[in-house]
């Protein structure tokens, strides 16, 4: 017989079913391929990666050994990339379908139709640059609406990046990740401004049309990149973004690459710039093809050092710059204008903060609160538990001592309880309960503690009774007001607050909670003896006053048994 060999996720034990994000162990037969993970299904699109490479680095050589014109080879070149990019946008729209069909709601799917409209805007300009080289002698650069399509993908892009950081982490803020992004793409902007940018346009010798698309390419790249990496500080990172994030920086680098170029006269078509462009190209549909999971991303600890400052890093260096730029010419409106939208971007981007930490602090008090509220409260009646008697009762013990006042504290405990959880139902002897408790609120201050220690058992804190030499009339006095309210027999009606379950057995009920009574003990603190410093313990006060409640208990069930022993 063919034993096959269970794997650790298949064997019996305790490490209980796999997730639902991870494959369940090997395929249960032949013929049933292996699940891999997300960046292995990538494998296969290192081919292409390679294969467009290469095409692309040998249109350059064979263009010069074979005498085609220039134009004709970068023709070619245009062709490809807009062959490839008509991919792309297949692969996106076939991605938001997906996800739109398999539930992953708006929020997941929206940001891959936005990727969707900026690869289809990228893949008109492409598809025109191509043929305006190949029909007409026009020069595409300088093509109105081959740079409108171009810009319309630069600025959807950043937009969708943006959504997707929004869908993959939902806590982390949309607005304060696009002013990280604006923050840092915009440093960027100055710096390539002082840099390139500037010169290039004020030569004339590329057309301005090229210079807002690249930087209109650089802001969008930086936008993109800092709106990854905020969520990589937030959570830990989805491998669409990393892959979308790598193909935008590697479009900025070759579209400045090619400004460059074509500014110096050394740019020719194919080679490794448009290597760079096919390899962009390739990462936005491994991103497109790449599984991220169906639930959000797992938080990780919030990352302090470089990754803390990166939307400033640019800001700074472009500041710096601008000044040192200052002490050799005039500033020009470009110059002024960009650094006076940075410093606005940068006071926005602090005051959002200091918004967001007020909520995240209110919210934090409110928790705090409501957990406060759970662990010292009595859930079923509303009353302080054992934990916040305690700790109330030392703490107006020591105020005590030292003001030379008295605290009474009172033990009380429900006679015949059981009884009626037995007749009745728990449901009666909850009611009973909360119908007790009331009526101790009811006798006693405002400002004294009201407790719940468990069971049928209750206790009374009186912090401030009086002097010490009245502590035992004020104890006194205290344990009457208790009977007296006691004393009265509970109801199925008169007692049973609103939403409870009515008793079973009306008759039964009365019998019954006719029967129940109260057992009380009271004890003021001088009637303690206190410690060598003078000072009460709790646990003291506490055990005297139990056992002052279970003496009167016995005394209740005596005269009970003696009134019993006459009516036979």
Same mark, same amino acid.
């Given at each position: 017989?063919?034993?096959?060999?269970?794997?650790?996720?298949?064997?019996?034990?305790?490490?209980?079913?796999?997730?639902?994000? %991870?494959?369940?162990?090997?395929?249960?037969?032949?013929?049933?391929?292996?699940?891999?993970?997300?960046?292995?299904?990538?494998?296969?699109?290192?081919?292409?990666?390679?294969?467009?490479?290469?095409?692309?680095?040998?249109?350059?050589?064979?263009?010069?050994?074979?005498?085609?014109?220039?134009?004709?080879?970068?023709?070619?070149?245009?062709?490809?990339?807009?062959?490839?990019?008509?991919?792309?946008?297949?692969? =996106?729209?076939?991605?938001?379908?997906?996800?739109?069909?398999?539930?992953? /709601?708006?929020?997941?799917?929206?940001?891959?139709?936005?990727?969707?409209?900026?690869?289809?805007?990228?893949?008109?300009?492409?598809?025109?640059?191509?043929?305006?080289?190949?029909?007409?002698?026009?020069?595409? *650069? *300088?093509?109105?609406?081959?740079?409108?399509?171009?810009?319309?993908?630069?600025?959807?892009?950043?937009?969708?990046?943006?959504?997707?950081?929004?869908? #993959?982490?939902?806590?982390?803020? *949309?607005?304060?990740?696009?002013?990280?992004?604006?923050?840092?793409?915009?440093?960027? =902007?100055?710096?390539?401004?002082? /840099?390139?940018?500037?010169?290039?346009?004020?030569?004339?010798?590329?057309?301005?049309?090229?210079?807002? =698309?690249?930087?209109?390419?650089?802001?969008?790249?930086?936008?993109?990149?800092?709106?990854?990496?905020?969520?990589?500080?937030?959570?830990?990172?989805?491998?669409? #973004? @990393?892959?979308?994030?790598?193909?935008?920086?590697?479009?900025?680098?070759?579209?400045?690459?090619?400004?460059?170029?074509?500014?110096?006269?050394?740019?020719?078509?194919?080679?490794?710039?448009? #290597?760079?462009?096919?390899?962009?190209?390739?990462?936005?549909?491994?991103?497109?093809?790449?599984?991220?999971?169906?639930?959000?991303?797992?938080?990780?600890? +919030?990352?302090?050092?470089?990754?803390?400052?990166?939307?400033?890093?640019?800001?700074?260096?472009?500041?710096?710059? @601008?000044?040192?730029?200052?002490?050799?010419?005039?500033?020009?409106?470009?110059?002024?204008?960009?650094?006076?939208?940075?410093?606005?971007?940068?006071?926005?981007?602090?005051?959002?903060?200091?918004?967001?930490?007020?909520?995240?602090?209110?919210?934090?008090?409110? *928790?705090?609160?409501?957990?406060?509220?759970?662990?010292?409260?009595?859930?079923?009646?509303?009353?302080?538990?054992?934990?916040?008697?305690?700790?109330?009762?030392?703490?107006?013990?020591?105020?005590?001592?030292?003001?030379?006042?008295?605290?009474?504290?009172?033990?009380? &405990?429900?006679? /015949?309880?059981?009884?009626?959880?037995?007749?009745?139902?728990?449901?009666?002897?909850?009611?009973?309960?909360?119908?007790? !408790? +009331?009526?101790?609120?009811?006798?006693?201050?405002?400002?004294?503690?009201?407790?719940?220690?468990?069971? &049928?058992?209750?206790?009374?804190?009186?912090?401030?009774?009086?002097?010490?030499?009245?502590?035992?009339?004020?104890?006194?006095?205290?344990?009457?007001?208790? +009977?007296?309210?006691?004393?009265?027999?509970?109801?199925?009606?008169? &007692?049973?607050?609103? /939403?409870?379950?009515?008793?079973?057995?009306?008759?039964?009920?009365? !019998?019954?909670?006719?029967?129940? !009574?109260?057992?009380?003990?009271?004890?003021?603190? !001088?009637? #303690?003896?206190?410690?060598?410093?003078?000072?009460?313990?709790?646990?003291?006060?506490?055990?005297?006053?139990?056992?002052?409640?279970?003496?009167?208990?016995?005394?209740?069930?005596?005269?009970?048994?003696?009134?019993? %022993?006459?009516?036979?």
């Amino acid at each position: 017989m063919h034993h096959r060999r269970l794997t650790d996720r298949q064997r019996p034990g305790p490490q209980g079913p796999p997730s639902p994000t %991870e494959p369940s162990g090997a395929p249960d037969g032949p013929g049933v391929p292996e699940q891999r993970g997300p960046w292995r299904r990538l494998l296969p699109l290192t081919w292409l990666a390679g294969a467009a490479a290469l095409l692309m680095a040998a249109v350059g050589p064979l263009r010069a050994r074979l005498g085609v014109p220039p134009v004709v080879g970068q023709a070619v070149v245009d062709l490809l990339l807009a062959a490839l990019s008509v991919a792309v946008l297949v692969l =996106f729209v076939r991605r938001s379908l997906r996800t739109a069909r398999s539930g992953g /709601g708006r929020r997941r799917t929206v940001p891959w139709v936005v990727f969707s409209a900026a690869m289809a805007f990228y893949a008109a300009a492409q598809g025109r640059f191509a043929a305006l080289e190949l029909l007409t002698a026009a020069d595409p *650069r *300088r093509d109105p609406g081959t740079i409108a399509c171009y810009l319309a993908a630069s600025v959807l892009a950043p937009v969708a990046v943006v959504l997707a950081v929004r869908a #993959v982490h939902p806590s982390t803020s *949309r607005l304060r990740t696009l002013l990280d992004g604006l923050l840092a793409g915009g440093g960027l =902007f100055v710096l390539s401004w002082l /840099g390139v940018l500037g010169a290039a346009l004020a030569s004339g010798d590329v057309p301005l049309a090229v210079v807002v =698309f690249t930087a209109g390419t650089v802001v969008g790249a930086v936008v993109i990149v800092t709106a990854s990496m905020a969520l990589a500080v937030r959570c830990r990172q989805t491998p669409s #973004v @990393v892959l979308l994030a790598a193909g935008s920086v590697l479009m900025a680098v070759c579209q400045v690459t090619f400004l460059l170029l074509v500014r110096s006269g050394s740019f020719t078509p194919g080679g490794w710039i448009s #290597v760079g462009y096919v390899l962009a190209l390739v990462a936005f549909v491994a991103a497109a093809v790449v599984e991220d999971g169906d639930g959000p991303a797992r938080a990780r600890p +919030r990352l302090r050092g470089p990754l803390a400052v990166l939307p400033y890093l640019p800001l700074l260096v472009a500041v710096a710059a @601008v000044l040192v730029e200052s002490t050799r010419r005039q500033l020009g409106l470009v110059e002024l204008a960009s650094t006076l939208v940075l410093t606005t971007v940068l006071v926005l981007r602090q005051a959002l903060v200091v918004l967001e930490n007020g909520r995240l602090n209110r919210e934090l008090r409110d *928790r705090s609160a409501a957990l406060a509220h759970l662990a010292y409260t009595d859930q079923l009646t509303g009353l302080a538990n054992r934990t916040a008697f305690t700790g109330a009762l030392q703490e107006a013990l020591d105020s005590a001592v030292d003001r030379g006042r008295s605290v009474v504290v009172a033990f009380c &405990d429900l006679d /015949g309880f059981k009884a009626v959880n037995d007749a009745c139902g728990h449901a009666a002897g909850d009611a009973l309960l909360v119908a007790a !408790s +009331r009526r101790l609120r009811e006798a006693v201050r405002s400002g004294d503690v009201v407790a719940r220690l468990g069971g &049928d058992e209750f206790a009374v804190l009186v912090e401030d009774a009086g002097p010490a030499a009245d502590g035992t009339r004020a104890a006194s006095e205290l344990r009457d007001r208790l +009977r007296c309210a006691m004393s009265v027999p509970f109801t199925a009606d008169t &007692d049973r607050p609103r /939403g409870t379950d009515r008793l079973r057995g009306a008759g039964d009920a009365a !019998s019954v909670l006719d029967q129940v !009574s109260a057992s009380v003990g009271t004890v003021a603190s !001088s009637d #303690v003896a206190a410690s060598p410093s003078g000072r009460v313990d709790a646990h003291d006060l506490l055990r005297e006053a139990d056992h002052r409640m279970y003496a009167a208990k016995r005394r209740h069930h005596a005269a009970r048994s003696r009134r019993a %022993e006459r009516t036979r």
